[in-house]
């Protein structure tokens, strides 16, 4: 068993994409002047090249 598990480890799935807290976005838009843009921005320069595009999170 402990050799299986040295030749084939278990295989966990790339994380792609950072996924935005919708809740948090929900409740930011709620505010006056804060809009899907500005949040998409922010979410961007938080999580870099793991981040949606702009096109994508709409």
């Known amino acids: 068993m402990i050799v299986e598990v040295r030749l084939f480890p278990a295989k966990t799935p790339p994380v792609r994409c950072a996924v ?3 809740f948090q976005v929900h409740q930011a838009l709620r505010r006056k002047g804060v809009t ?3 949040l998409w921005t922010e ?3 938080a999580h ?3 981040a949606y595009r ?3 999170s709409c």
Do not use: F, I, S
Request: avoid cysteine.
């Open 54 to 56: 702009y096109t994508h």
């Open 43 to 45: 979410y961007v320069a």
């Open 48 to 50: 870099g090249d793991k």
């Open 36 to 38: 899907h843009q500005l």
């Open 20 to 22: 935005p807290d919708y």
